[in-house]
């Protein structure tokens, strides 16, 4: 009895030891504020063990086994502790810890730079991905963000669009393009720093996402840190001036937050000439917090913006006016005009409410409604000439190949003088015009694009338990987007007649049969006037695991779209196809994907991700030629993506690092685009649209992020992205256009099919490889500098797929040119490819805490050593055929030689900021 009773004694004794529940505690302030900090992640990398700080800035790490560990603390914005723990006891609390901030100018540089700079819409800016990538934590990422970004550089080779971005879990990419509208929310930096970005296929608890991963921006007005700021910038890149104010309130003890902010950005000129920028900011976030359960948030987001485009260019003009030359405007009363420019005012209203059901379940329920109008301007000449002013009529190389010496000389000393548009000459036209009762031979107009976009959703998280938790998420989404071109400028006129002078009758004439010879003034719509219809519903469900050395998830969505143009003109060349809805276009995809995170200790980890997903083709791709008729594109087919990578992780107290390889499939893709081609079916001319289809594209590569913190102050980072994205397919091809011609277009518009011999060619996505090297050292005194060297290698031209198919060497008759040569041929055909170089960037910055106000100031100068590259480019799709192309590129200065953009030469970026 007595041995039986010491034998239990000893087992509770060692059950004691054994499973005594060891607490670390502790409560996290910021050494700015004086305030505890809530959401404050604190973690035992090695043992994986991790919990948030209370809205007390309170944590307790329960269960922690007894010996060394190293915690880690962690706050967006602050500098990351870690602190040596050595647990003999059962209970440490460690009191006060301080955060330090991260040197605002930092913090400000990784919104600022991107948002306000490299976030333009067009197809040949960076493509949105560096805002994308911008929150991310991960070395590659955020060099990809900050140094490569400018150089055009994708991610993977992949476009923006496949990467989603949220507003507190509402999707904002577009349903026409797939991609976000970043200056939507453009000079709001202040309010949008609580961000929680998901790489590639890894989890989210907001969103499915997509292949290049997601951003959630969370704008709730209570984790708004709470103060007053106040900023001004200035820059020569795209604005020159920027002054920035943000209030937030922080919870009230009647449970109400405020938060307000309110940029101004504005420019005569960035580094481009004639890139005017003007632009507005505001910002709301109201929220009221009912009790612990409950909270409702209000946001409004009002960005209205207008800035200049800057046009790309054939080598020659580049070589006769340098870099930063634009095309797009000119000198009118001594102001420079830019005739094309791109205004974006589309207010965001939401409504969130939150609702923390337990301790292990929430539902978050979201509206949003969005409205206003994108635009774009541009000169119309329908009884003029063409007014740019690098038509390839005025420039040298016309006039050069028929060895016209004095023309040419002449030429090329007029667009030296000017070489920009004679606004007075257009002005003059128009009054000379009106003065006879004449209508307007040029017009400044807009293409419009105003939509109507309402979002309903809720996403239901539970945690089953410690290991097992659910994420799920119904989205409803019905978008009216009305498109139209509108006159905003007669120029002198009287009224501008609404033809289309290069049909071949006169109904055909008529861009409206409905209203023909129509003559339209300032704030008329005219050549082209329909609304795109579109209905979304996404589900989402995702289950993740969570064991000390496992984790794993997988995630599977369906949606449904159904979309539909409504012709409100009956356009002439159209007169029985564009009046009217069309016929709706349904699908229904879905996709799956998984991960695994294997933990082999504490600071090694593998982590490997297999997705399969299937989306429908994005408006843009689905109509031939949505502005004239109602016709589909043909055997329209979902997307189909197929993608997967692998990654070992490196976290230590020195070494960070990740090596990741990955590969992705896309087949069935769709691409259209709009172009005048010279030598269709042997020596026809016409304004074509090209749908190619059925396009089959692989990426494959390497990505490797490294930081090693070699002292205290001390920092060396290194990052490296090498990849081969090409056609993997011959893809299908035809044209479509507003006139018939026998033997090339039928009586539809419609043209033969062709197969596309893109196969192995190279997809143009910025440099396929990029490397970058440098430093950061972060004095105690809280000054800092840092520096980098970017290496880029591997970019190509976009190739014209339709010299690639057999209209290139099939003459009128059908039968191959005469002189046609198979050598010589693929010489004409091969893809050019650019130089490699090299940027380096520089950036430094002071901060200073005065009483109770901090200041901040940094600046940055990129390409410091003024380093001139191509950062894209493409062929242009004039010449049609060989001979064309032939005769073209045989001479020094081809007229339709392929035209580029250049990257920025060194630029600068200032700002000085004041906390309190």
């Not at 070395?139 to 055009?152: D, G, I, K, N, P």
């Not at 608890?205 to 106040?230: E, H, K, W, Y």
């Not at 913006?305 to 340098?322: A, C, H, I, Y």
């Not at 994108?374 to 000169?379: F, V, Y």
Request: aromatic content about 12%; hydrophobic content about 35%.
């Amino acid at each position: 009895m007595n041995r039986t009773i010491i034998l239990i004694v000893v087992f509770l004794l060692c059950y004691t030891k054994i499973f005594t529940q060891n607490i670390l505690e502790g409560i996290v302030m910021s050494h700015h504020s004086k305030e505890p900090l809530e959401n404050v992640s604190i973690r035992i990398n090695k043992l994986n063990i991790e919990t948030k700080t209370t809205e007390n800035g309170v944590f307790k790490l329960k269960n922690i086994p007894k010996g060394k560990h190293l915690l880690q603390i962690s706050f967006l914005g602050y500098e990351t502790q870690n602190f040596p723990i050595d647990l003999n006891t059962t209970n440490i609390n460690l009191g006060e810890i301080i955060l330090y901030k991260l040197d605002i100018e930092q913090e400000d540089l990784s919104i600022i730079t991107i948002t306000d700079d490299e976030l333009n819409d067009d197809a040949n800016s960076a493509d949105n991905i560096a805002g994308l990538l911008q929150s991310s934590r991960d070395v590659f990422l955020r060099t990809a963000a900050f140094e490569f970004s400018s150089s055009f550089f994708r991610v993977r080779g992949l476009d923006s669009g496949n990467g989603k971005v949220l507003i507190n879990g509402i999707e904002m990419n577009k349903i026409y393009d797939g991609r976000a509208q970043w200056s939507n929310w453009g000079g709001l930096n202040d309010v949008l720093r609580n961000q929680e970005f998901t790489n590639g296929l890894a989890a989210s608890n907001f969103t499915f996402g997509g292949i290049l991963g997601a951003t959630n921006i969370d704008t709730r007005a209570s984790l708004q840190r709470p103060g007053s700021r106040v900023s001004y910038s200035s820059s020569n890149r795209s604005y020159v001036h920027r002054l920035m104010a943000t209030y937030s309130s922080g919870i009230s003890k009647k449970g109400w937050s405020f938060t307000f902010s309110g940029s101004r950005r504005v420019g005569e000129e960035g580094f481009n000439e004639g890139t005017s920028y003007n632009a507005y900011s505001a910002f709301a976030s109201i929220e009221k917090k009912f009790n612990d359960a409950h909270s409702l948030n209000f946001t409004g987001i009002f960005t209205p913006n207008r800035r200049g485009k800057s046009s790309p260019n054939t080598q020659e003009v580049f070589d006769l006016k340098g870099i930063a030359y634009n095309e797009y405007w000119g000198f009118l009363n001594g102001n420079k005009l830019n005739a094309r420019i791109k205004e974006v005012a589309e207010p965001i209203l939401m409504l969130n409410h939150f609702w923390t059901i337990s301790k292990k379940a929430s539902l978050q329920t979201n509206i949003s409604y969005q409205f206003g109008n994108i635009g774009n301007s541009r000169i119309d000449f329908n009884g003029g000439a063409n007014p740019s002013p690098s038509y390839y009529q005025k420039l040298p190389s016309y006039f050069l190949r028929t060895n016209n010496l004095a023309e040419a000389y002449t030429a090329q000393e007029n667009f030296l003088d000017d070489g920009q548009i004679n606004w007075r000459t257009i002005f003059d036209a128009n009054v000379t015009a009106a003065n006879t009762d004449s209508n307007s031979a040029f017009v400044l107009y807009e293409d419009r694009n105003d939509d109507k976009l309402i979002t309903l959703n809720s996403i239901y998280n539970l945690e089953i338990n410690d290991n097992f938790s659910i994420n799920s998420k119904l989205e409803y989404k019905q978008l009216k987007s009305e498109n139209f071109a509108e006159v905003i400028d007669l120029l002198g006129g009287n009224g501008y007649l609404d033809v289309n002078n290069f049909a071949a009758s006169k109904a055909q004439m008529q861009n409206d049969l409905q209203n023909p010879d129509r003559i339209v003034g300032v704030g008329e719509k005219f050549k082209y006037n329909f609304n795109l219809n579109s209905t979304v519903i996404n589900a989402f469900l995702q289950a993740q695991f969570k064991y000390n050395k496992l984790d794993f998830f997988a995630a599977l969505k369906i949606s449904n779209s159904t979309s539909y143009r409504e012709g409100l003109y009956k356009n002439g060349r159209f007169e029985n196809n564009s009046l009217g809805n069309s016929e709706k276009l349904n699908f229904t995809n879905y996709g799956f994907k998984s991960g695994a995170t294997y933990k082999i200790n504490g600071r090694n980890i593998i982590n490997a991700n297999f997705g399969y997903i299937t989306q429908a083709p994005i408006l843009r791709n689905s109509f031939s030629n949505s502005r004239e008729n109602n016709n589909l594109v043909d055997d329209l087919q979902s997307e189909k993506i197929l993608t997967t990578d692998i990654s070992y992780i490196r976290r230590s107290p020195v070494i960070t690092a990740r090596l990741t390889g990955y590969y992705t499939s896309i087949k069935d893709a769709t691409e259209i685009s709009f172009y005048f081609a010279d030598g269709l079916g042997g020596d026809n001319t016409a304004f074509v649209q090209e749908i190619l289809s059925g396009i089959e594209k692989r990426q494959l590569g390497l990505e490797l992020g490294l930081e090693a913190q070699i002292t205290a102050t001390l920092k060396l980072k290194g990052a490296a992205s090498v990849g081969s994205f090409v056609y993997n397919n011959n893809p299908d091809l035809y044209l479509t256009s507003d006139i018939s011609n026998t033997g090339i277009f039928d009586e539809n518009g419609r043209s033969k099919n062709y197969t596309s011999n893109l196969n192995n060619y190279k997809i143009a996505a910025g440099p396929h490889n990029a490397y970058s090297v440098g430093f950061e050292y972060r004095d105690p005194d809280y000054w800092w500098v840092g520096a980098t060297t970017n290496f880029f290698s591997n970019t190509y031209v976009d190739i014209a797929p339709l010299t690639r198919t057999s209209n290139f060497y099939t003459d009128s008759d059908g039968l191959s040119f005469s002189n046609y040569n198979t050598e010589i041929a693929r010489e004409l055909l091969k893809q050019e490819k650019f130089d490699s170089y090299k940027v380096v960037n520089i950036v430094g910055g002071k901060s200073y805490k005065i009483k109770k106000y901090y200041i901040s100031v940094f600046a940055t100068i990129n390409n410091l050593l003024n380093k001139e590259y191509k950062s894209g480019g493409f062929e242009q799709g004039r010449n049609a055929n060989y001979n064309e192309l032939k005769a073209d590129k045989s001479l020094a200065k081809p007229v339709f030689g392929n035209k580029y953009w250049y990257g920025r030469g060194t630029t600068y970026f200032l700002n000085l900021n004041i906390s309190f």
